[in-house]
Each structure stands twice: as structure tokens, then as C-alpha cells.
């Protein structure tokens, strides 16, 4: 009897491990980045692999502690972000250091993968040809414009 119980238990449990966090539901959009005028900003691009090692889990993605998006597996992202202003780029649930902080060129584009593992996002910095090998396949989720 107490094995059938153990059993049951760790059934249980391995059965929700797989099921994955989601922290809104369907809704993966929770705010909008800073309204751009003009041609005045920088492109801020963010990629996450749809083989990362813990795709379990949703990473929000934040722009100056403001969530905007909840990432999945297999996804990339674009958001627009006016040049001359300091912004900082987080994914959660990190790891410390976890974010970037970037002020932005006109016309200039940055490059960021998410990668998680063991529960923990990490954001890096990455080039341009790494990201276009990454989301090759992948749509863009354009946000706010």
C-alpha cells in the first residue's frame, strides 16, 4: 500500500513538471514599450531558441522593469525604443546578472537570445548573423508598432 501511494505521489509530480508555467494565460502581450515619433529609434530584437533546455517555462521579457511580453520556445520579438535614453532588457525568472542596459543609435538594431535552464533565464547579447541563424524559421512578434 505505501508503495502504491509513492507511486501515485511521484506520478503526480512528474506529471506536473511537464506541464508548462503560464504566468497570463493566451494574453502574451502585458504592455506596450515607449511610443517612438518619427524615425528617432533604436530596434531592440530578442530571440529564443525552440530548443532551449527548459521550455517549460514562459520568460517575460521587460523593458525598464515594465513586462511587455511572455516568451515562449521557438519565438522572436522586435520592439522599437527612442535613441538617447537609457533602457534596460530583462528576462524573468533570472539569474543575476540578468539584463542588459542599452542607450539607442538611431537606425541602429541590438541583438539579445534568451536562454533558460533549471528554472532561470539568462538574456546575452548576441550578433546579428547568430540571430538570423536562430529565428530563421521562427515569425516575428512585432511590438508596438
Do not use: H, W
Amino acid at each position: 500500500m505505501k508503495r502504491a501511494v509513492l507511486f501515485m505521489f511521484i506520478a503526480a509530480l512528474l506529471s506536473s513538471c511537464a506541464a508548462p508555467i503560464k504566468f497570463v494565460g493566451k494574453d502574451k502581450f502585458v504592455n506596450n514599450p515607449p511610443f517612438v515619433e518619427d524615425n528617432n529609434f533604436g530596434t531592440v530584437n530578442i530571440v529564443r531558441s525552440s530548443v532551449d533546455k527548459s521550455c517549460t517555462i514562459q520568460s517575460s521579457i521587460e523593458l525598464n522593469d515594465s513586462k511587455i511580453y511572455y516568451m515562449d520556445c521557438g519565438e522572436y520579438i522586435s520592439f522599437r525604443v527612442p535613441v538617447a535614453q537609457p533602457f534596460t532588457v530583462t528576462a524573468n525568472p533570472g539569474v543575476m546578472p540578468n539584463f542588459q542596459t542599452i542607450i539607442p543609435e538611431t537606425g541602429k538594431r541590438y541583438y539579445f537570445e534568451v536562454k533558460c535552464r533549471n528554472l532561470a533565464c539568462s538574456l546575452q547579447e548576441i550578433g546579428e548573423k547568430s540571430f538570423r541563424e536562430t529565428s530563421n524559421s521562427y515569425t516575428e512578434v512585432k511590438i508596438g508598432y
